[in-house]
């Protein structure tokens, strides 16, 4: 499965941006699929995901509440909406996939074969 994310952008602090990963080789059904992010200096961080089944999610502390995780079964995408950005936000999003991540597991890296290659979002104060 390749996996393409896409839909970065530089907004000002308190807007929207849409993220999507677009799968291609296969198909999002029975994938585990999560968004990470990395800003510079830092380490690569979970920031939302979507079971296998697609009828479970899951959130980072720092973006509950203001980023929702969606899965489009006839588009083969999975969507980030985000809203209400701010600076800290800033970083490139990756999206990644495997079919064997479970819900306790999500938030780990490492745990995923399938990754895009990222998109960056930069959020100005």
């Known amino acids: 499965v390749q996996l393409q994310a896409s839909g970065g952008g530089l907004v000002q602090a308190g807007g929207s941006l849409r993220l999507s990963c677009a799968a291609s080789?296969?198909?999002?059904?029975?994938?585990?699929t999560a968004w990470f992010r990395q800003a510079p200096g830092k380490e690569r961080e979970f920031v939302a995901g979507?079971?296998?089944?697609?009828?479970?999610?899951s959130y980072a502390d720092s973006v509950k509440g203001r980023f929702a995780i969606s899965r489009d079964n006839r588009k083969n995408t999975v969507i980030l909406q985000m809203n209400s950005l701010n600076h800290e936000d800033t970083a490139v999003y990756y999206c990644a996939a495997d079919p064997s991540v479970i819900m306790s597991a999500m938030a780990l890296a490492a745990q995923y074969d399938y990754w895009g290659q990222g998109t960056l979002v930069t959020v100005s104060s």
């Open positions: 979507v079971t296998r089944s697609g009828g479970g999610t």
């Open positions: 080789g296969g198909s999002f059904r029975g994938l585990a």
